[in-house]
T-cell receptor, first 116, second 108 residues
Framework: SAVISQKPSRDICQRGTSLTIQCQVD?????MFWYRQQPGQSLTLIAT?????????ESGFVIDKFPISRPNLTFSTLTVSNMSPEDSSIYLC?????????????FGPGTRLTVL | GQNIDQPTEMTATEGAIVQINCTYQ??????LFWYQQHAGEAPTFLSY????GLEEKGRFSSFLSRSKGYSYLLLKELQMKDSASYLC?????????FGPGTRLSVLP
Protein backbone atom coordinates (compact mmCIF):
# COMPACT_ATOMS: atom_id res chain seq x y z
CA SER A 1 0.00 0.00 0.00
CA ALA A 2 0.97 3.63 -0.44
CA VAL A 3 1.00 6.26 2.30
CA ILE A 4 -0.02 9.69 1.11
CA SER A 5 0.32 13.04 2.84
CA GLN A 6 -1.16 16.38 1.88
CA LYS A 7 -0.34 19.95 2.82
CA PRO A 8 -2.04 22.05 4.03
CA SER A 9 -4.62 20.03 5.90
CA ARG A 10 -6.93 23.03 5.89
CA ASP A 11 -6.92 26.67 4.91
CA ILE A 12 -9.18 29.69 4.87
CA CYS A 13 -8.61 31.93 1.87
CA GLN A 14 -9.89 35.19 0.48
CA ARG A 15 -11.84 35.42 -2.75
CA GLY A 16 -9.61 36.00 -5.76
CA THR A 17 -6.48 34.42 -4.29
CA SER A 18 -4.90 31.07 -5.20
CA LEU A 19 -3.89 28.09 -3.08
CA THR A 20 -1.48 25.30 -3.99
CA ILE A 21 -2.04 21.92 -2.37
CA GLN A 22 0.86 19.49 -2.18
CA CYS A 23 0.59 15.72 -2.30
CA GLN A 24 3.47 13.40 -1.36
CA VAL A 25 3.50 9.62 -1.81
CA ASP A 26 5.94 7.38 0.05
CA UNK A 27 6.61 5.25 -3.02
CA UNK A 28 6.84 5.76 -6.76
CA UNK A 29 3.47 5.61 -8.48
CA UNK A 30 2.52 6.07 -12.09
CA UNK A 31 -0.93 7.56 -11.74
CA MET A 32 -2.05 10.22 -9.28
CA PHE A 33 -5.50 11.75 -9.09
CA TRP A 34 -7.09 14.87 -7.67
CA TYR A 35 -10.68 14.79 -6.37
CA ARG A 36 -13.08 17.28 -4.88
CA GLN A 37 -15.61 16.28 -2.25
CA GLN A 38 -18.39 18.53 -1.03
CA PRO A 39 -19.57 17.85 2.55
CA GLY A 40 -21.80 14.80 2.68
CA GLN A 41 -21.28 14.01 -0.99
CA SER A 42 -19.20 11.62 -3.01
CA LEU A 43 -15.92 12.24 -4.79
CA THR A 44 -15.70 14.09 -8.08
CA LEU A 45 -12.58 13.52 -10.15
CA ILE A 46 -10.89 16.77 -11.17
CA ALA A 47 -7.96 15.40 -13.14
CA THR A 48 -5.46 12.60 -13.58
CA UNK A 49 -1.80 13.54 -13.23
CA UNK A 50 0.81 11.36 -14.90
CA UNK A 51 4.50 12.09 -14.62
CA UNK A 52 6.02 13.48 -17.78
CA UNK A 53 2.78 14.55 -19.43
CA UNK A 54 0.07 17.13 -19.02
CA UNK A 55 -2.76 16.37 -16.67
CA UNK A 56 -6.01 15.05 -18.10
CA UNK A 57 -9.02 17.04 -16.90
CA GLU A 58 -12.57 15.81 -16.46
CA SER A 59 -15.55 17.60 -17.90
CA GLY A 60 -16.21 20.82 -16.04
CA PHE A 61 -12.61 21.33 -14.89
CA VAL A 62 -10.00 23.34 -16.80
CA ILE A 63 -6.28 23.80 -16.51
CA ASP A 64 -6.47 27.58 -16.04
CA LYS A 65 -8.60 27.11 -12.92
CA PHE A 66 -6.87 23.99 -11.56
CA PRO A 67 -3.27 23.84 -12.80
CA ILE A 68 -1.52 20.63 -11.80
CA SER A 69 2.14 19.75 -11.60
CA ARG A 70 3.67 16.26 -11.54
CA PRO A 71 7.43 16.75 -11.45
CA ASN A 72 8.27 13.18 -10.39
CA LEU A 73 6.79 9.82 -9.45
CA THR A 74 6.16 10.69 -5.80
CA PHE A 75 4.81 14.23 -5.83
CA SER A 76 2.04 16.37 -7.31
CA THR A 77 0.47 19.75 -6.70
CA LEU A 78 -2.98 21.13 -7.41
CA THR A 79 -3.55 24.88 -7.50
CA VAL A 80 -7.01 26.33 -7.04
CA SER A 81 -6.82 29.65 -8.86
CA ASN A 82 -8.80 32.85 -8.50
CA MET A 83 -10.89 31.27 -5.78
CA SER A 84 -14.55 31.95 -5.10
CA PRO A 85 -16.77 30.68 -2.27
CA GLU A 86 -18.01 27.94 -4.63
CA ASP A 87 -14.53 26.41 -4.48
CA SER A 88 -14.96 25.69 -0.77
CA SER A 89 -14.61 21.93 -0.55
CA ILE A 90 -12.34 19.10 0.49
CA TYR A 91 -9.63 18.34 -2.05
CA LEU A 92 -8.23 14.81 -2.01
CA CYS A 93 -5.16 13.43 -3.68
CA UNK A 94 -4.92 9.74 -4.48
CA UNK A 95 -2.49 7.34 -6.09
CA UNK A 96 -3.03 4.03 -7.78
CA UNK A 97 -1.55 1.15 -5.80
CA UNK A 98 0.74 0.06 -8.60
CA UNK A 99 1.50 -3.30 -7.04
CA UNK A 100 -0.26 -5.27 -9.75
CA UNK A 101 -2.98 -6.50 -7.41
CA UNK A 102 -6.15 -4.48 -7.67
CA UNK A 103 -5.10 -1.10 -9.01
CA UNK A 104 -6.91 0.26 -5.99
CA UNK A 105 -6.49 3.86 -5.08
CA UNK A 106 -5.02 5.10 -1.83
CA PHE A 107 -6.13 8.49 -0.61
CA GLY A 108 -4.46 11.30 1.21
CA PRO A 109 -6.14 12.83 4.26
CA GLY A 110 -7.57 15.70 2.22
CA THR A 111 -7.30 19.48 2.33
CA ARG A 112 -10.31 21.33 3.68
CA LEU A 113 -10.57 24.66 1.86
CA THR A 114 -12.87 27.49 2.88
CA VAL A 115 -13.11 30.54 0.63
CA LEU A 116 -14.57 33.69 2.15
CA GLY B 1 -22.98 9.50 -18.71
CA GLN B 2 -21.32 7.14 -16.29
CA ASN B 3 -24.06 6.48 -13.75
CA ILE B 4 -23.49 4.68 -10.52
CA ASP B 5 -26.36 4.45 -8.05
CA GLN B 6 -26.47 3.62 -4.36
CA PRO B 7 -29.04 4.26 -1.65
CA THR B 8 -28.34 7.55 0.08
CA GLU B 9 -28.81 6.41 3.65
CA MET B 10 -29.32 3.19 5.60
CA THR B 11 -29.84 2.42 9.25
CA ALA B 12 -29.18 -0.88 11.01
CA THR B 13 -28.81 -2.24 14.52
CA GLU B 14 -25.61 -3.32 16.22
CA GLY B 15 -25.01 -7.05 15.65
CA ALA B 16 -27.25 -7.19 12.56
CA ILE B 17 -26.41 -7.75 8.89
CA VAL B 18 -26.78 -5.02 6.26
CA GLN B 19 -26.51 -5.15 2.48
CA ILE B 20 -25.59 -2.02 0.51
CA ASN B 21 -26.43 -2.23 -3.18
CA CYS B 22 -24.74 -0.55 -6.11
CA THR B 23 -25.69 -0.49 -9.77
CA TYR B 24 -23.42 0.80 -12.51
CA GLN B 25 -23.19 1.32 -16.22
CA UNK B 26 -21.55 -1.75 -17.75
CA UNK B 27 -19.83 -0.19 -20.75
CA UNK B 28 -16.05 -0.50 -20.42
CA UNK B 29 -16.28 -2.17 -17.01
CA UNK B 30 -12.93 -3.21 -15.55
CA UNK B 31 -13.68 -3.74 -11.89
CA LEU B 32 -15.76 -2.67 -8.90
CA PHE B 33 -14.36 -1.24 -5.68
CA TRP B 34 -15.86 -0.55 -2.29
CA TYR B 35 -14.45 2.11 0.02
CA GLN B 36 -15.29 3.09 3.58
CA GLN B 37 -15.14 6.72 4.61
CA HIS B 38 -15.60 7.92 8.16
CA ALA B 39 -16.67 11.52 8.61
CA GLY B 40 -13.76 13.89 8.14
CA GLU B 41 -11.41 11.16 6.99
CA ALA B 42 -10.11 9.88 3.65
CA PRO B 43 -11.72 6.87 1.97
CA THR B 44 -10.08 3.53 2.71
CA PHE B 45 -10.13 0.51 0.41
CA LEU B 46 -12.41 -2.37 1.42
CA SER B 47 -12.78 -4.73 -1.51
CA TYR B 48 -12.40 -5.34 -5.21
CA UNK B 49 -14.42 -7.53 -7.59
CA UNK B 50 -13.77 -8.10 -11.26
CA UNK B 51 -15.29 -11.58 -11.70
CA UNK B 52 -18.82 -12.66 -10.85
CA GLY B 53 -19.33 -13.99 -7.37
CA LEU B 54 -18.75 -13.30 -3.73
CA GLU B 55 -15.48 -12.17 -2.17
CA GLU B 56 -15.37 -12.62 1.59
CA LYS B 57 -13.02 -10.74 3.87
CA GLY B 58 -13.82 -11.13 7.54
CA ARG B 59 -17.08 -9.40 8.45
CA PHE B 60 -17.25 -7.76 5.03
CA SER B 61 -18.18 -9.47 1.75
CA SER B 62 -18.66 -8.04 -1.71
CA PHE B 63 -20.65 -9.53 -4.57
CA LEU B 64 -20.58 -8.79 -8.27
CA SER B 65 -22.81 -9.64 -11.23
CA ARG B 66 -21.20 -8.25 -14.38
CA SER B 67 -24.14 -9.09 -16.62
CA LYS B 68 -26.54 -7.17 -14.39
CA GLY B 69 -24.20 -4.27 -13.61
CA TYR B 70 -24.82 -4.92 -9.93
CA SER B 71 -22.77 -5.24 -6.79
CA TYR B 72 -23.42 -5.30 -3.09
CA LEU B 73 -21.39 -4.93 0.07
CA LEU B 74 -22.49 -7.16 2.93
CA LEU B 75 -21.57 -6.21 6.48
CA LYS B 76 -22.09 -8.82 9.19
CA GLU B 77 -22.10 -8.53 12.98
CA LEU B 78 -22.40 -4.78 12.73
CA GLN B 79 -20.44 -2.69 15.19
CA MET B 80 -20.90 0.94 16.12
CA LYS B 81 -17.59 1.76 14.42
CA ASP B 82 -19.09 0.61 11.10
CA SER B 83 -21.10 3.84 11.00
CA ALA B 84 -19.61 5.53 7.94
CA SER B 85 -20.20 6.26 4.28
CA TYR B 86 -19.66 3.39 1.89
CA LEU B 87 -18.61 4.35 -1.61
CA CYS B 88 -19.02 2.11 -4.60
CA UNK B 89 -16.57 2.90 -7.41
CA UNK B 90 -16.39 1.39 -10.88
CA UNK B 91 -13.37 1.30 -13.12
CA UNK B 92 -14.92 2.12 -16.49
CA UNK B 93 -12.23 2.01 -19.14
CA UNK B 94 -9.44 3.85 -17.41
CA UNK B 95 -11.82 6.11 -15.50
CA UNK B 96 -12.43 5.61 -11.82
CA UNK B 97 -16.04 6.68 -11.17
CA PHE B 98 -17.46 6.94 -7.67
CA GLY B 99 -21.08 6.49 -6.71
CA PRO B 100 -22.84 8.99 -4.44
CA GLY B 101 -22.08 6.95 -1.34
CA THR B 102 -24.34 5.33 1.23
CA ARG B 103 -24.33 6.78 4.72
CA LEU B 104 -24.77 3.90 7.18
CA SER B 105 -25.84 4.56 10.74
CA VAL B 106 -25.45 1.72 13.23
CA LEU B 107 -27.72 2.06 16.24
CA PRO B 108 -27.24 0.38 19.63
Amino acid sequence: SAVISQKPSRDICQRGTSLTIQCQVDSQVTMMFWYRQQPGQSLTLIATANQGSEATYESGFVIDKFPISRPNLTFSTLTVSNMSPEDSSIYLCSAEGGQGLYNEQFFGPGTRLTVL
Amino acid sequence: GQNIDQPTEMTATEGAIVQINCTYQTSGFNGLFWYQQHAGEAPTFLSYNVLDGLEEKGRFSSFLSRSKGYSYLLLKELQMKDSASYLCAALLGQNFVFGPGTRLSVLP
